[in-house]
């Protein structure tokens, strides 16, 4: 049966055959590091584990059975780009690549199951970035908050953050241990005046009600020239923030759905707090990736498609090296965009489309 001839759909046997290779070795190779990576954490936190009684059952379920899904996608794209050159090279040098190029199929032909396998992986990646990860790192930073880290404490004064347009929420100090907020002083504006102004020694969050209990409260409600006073001991009142948007900068985008992370990107620009740039990269780099495996699959290809004196050796080392270039890059635009005015999705765009073009040069300079 011919190579070219179709056998499942619009795929054909050469088609099946290098997209079973590629997937087969890609999980192989995620498999092999994940089971690394979980002996080196384990035996780094171990004492910690042993020091705070972590139960057995939490461990393996909570923490390190959504450990797995978390480092799959943090360097899924680097393992696959490793498991297309391995693959690449291997055909290359069986002369397989060879007999498929002289049988009349064309080299962008033949890059056609390789691409279609990385559009697979890249919208798994998508799935997993945006609704799988946030899911299972809940109980798994949950799990370390408890018996690995020292809980978060929030160090800053003078809060100042606004819930909605209208709405100024200040207090003089919040306590994650008792979610207590002290000093507070809630102001609500309309059009340029304050029509009403709430001061109390501290608010509790809490948990039940889902709203805010005031501790020695006074409000002044001013409408039409008039002002009404308040006073009392003991107030529930809905201010519109949760205990952990006091701990400014902490936002744990780990745990944010694609929906959420949009939510709270809307949420703190109207607070003007710096830290929309880190969640604006978070939401480009999810959108982003998948782009990142079709980009280093092909680069892989052109790169490993024939024989090289060095062989596989050469041609693994040589895509390592670029596909850490690519990491750095990312990185390093990242930190430009987090302190200077470089837009997010630019930052999050640019090392890819340099990599897109350096895919393009040697894919037109691959011998054919």
Known sequence: MKLGKKKYGFLSILDIYIIKKLLLTFFLAIFLIIMIAIIFDLS???DDFISNNAPIKGLIFDYYLNFIPHFANLFGHLFFFIAVVFVCSKLAANSEIIAVLSSGISFKRM????????????VVNLWISNVLIPKV???????????YRNPYSNQFY??????KIGEQVYVQHFTNKNNTAYKFTQEIIENGQITKKTYADKIVFDSSAMDWIMFNYHIRDIKDKEEKIEKGEQKHIDIGILPNEFNLNQIKVEVLDYKQLNESIEREELKGNSVVTELKIEKYQRLLNPFAYIILTIIGVAL???KKRGGIGLNLAIGIILAFSLIMMMKLTNVFATNSSLSPFFATAVPLIIYAIIAFILVKNTPK
């Open 44 to 46: 780094e936190r171990l």
């Open 111 to 122: 890059l056609r199951p390789f691409i279609l396998t990385a559009i697979f992986v890249g």
């Open 137 to 147: 790192n809940i109980p798994r930073l949950e799990f370390e908050k408890v018996y």
């Open 158 to 163: 003078n809060i100042h953050l606004q819930p």
């Open 304 to 306: 490993s498609s024939h």
